[in-house]
């Protein structure tokens, strides 16, 4: 069956950096587009990024130049690497299958203090 794993996520200080990735089995992941989302408590989710099965990305505007969403076929893993991280980047983070995200992982918590 189709499961997505989620890890990475952590506590760090404003202007850190963490790699959050994500593990895919069950199906032929190098045939699909994959994203990451987030959601904060008390807003709605939102797409952060996201890469298609020829590695071309896409980024929402408020990580661009900060974040890097890239993706190993070999390992079936799809990372996010987070840089100068913002307090209001704070929210569990989940990636999803497909350009219809079919498919959602749990999610890891991000959380970043000021």
């Known amino acids: 069956q189709v499961q997505l794993v989620e890890s990475g996520g952590g506590l760090v200080e404003a202007g850190g950096s963490l790699r959050l990735a994500c593990a895919a089995s069950g199906f032929t992941f190098s045939s699909f587009f994959m994203s990451w989302h987030r959601h904060a408590p008390g807003k709605e989710r939102e797409l952060v990024a996201g890469i298609d099965r020829s590695g071309n990305t896409n980024y929402a505007d408020f990580v661009k130049g900060r974040f890097t969403i890239s993706r190993d076929n070999a390992k079936n893993t799809v990372y996010l690497q987070m840089n100068s991280l913002k307090p209001e980047d704070t929210a569990v983070y989940y990636c999803?299958?497909?350009?219809?995200?079919?498919?959602w992982g749990q999610g890891t918590q991000v959380t970043v203090s000021s």
């Open positions: 999803a299958r497909g350009v219809v995200m079919d498919y």
